[in-house]
């Protein structure tokens, strides 16, 4: 559902950005939700709080040391991979 019409933004965009580990004042700044005429403001502020409650941001460590990515298949064949690699060690 779009929450801000002034901006064009809905409420899984908000949603999205406030599980990502935004404040309400971060997701205003970065989507420009009730910036203009305000009346999304308490809609908006209802929907960061129900994310921000529902969705706690984990913390996230890295202990051990620099691990391997292990690449598809379809990446480690294209001939842009192929290429790059080339490329690097010469």
């Known amino acids: 559902m779009i929450v801000c019409v002034c901006r064009r933004v809905s409420d899984r965009e908000i949603a999205r950005h406030v599980r990502a580990g935004m404040t309400f004042d971060e997701v205003q700044f970065e989507l420009g939700v009730a910036t203009q005429c305000g009346q999304c403001e308490g809609c908006a502020r209802d929907i960061v709080a129900q994310c921000s409650a529902s969705h706690p941001v984990a913390a996230l460590s890295c202990e051990s040391g620099p691990r391997a990515i292990q690449l ?6 294209s001939k842009a991979w192929n290429s790059s690699r080339h490329s690097v060690a010469a």
């Open 72 to 77: 598809a298949n379809s990446i480690k064949e």
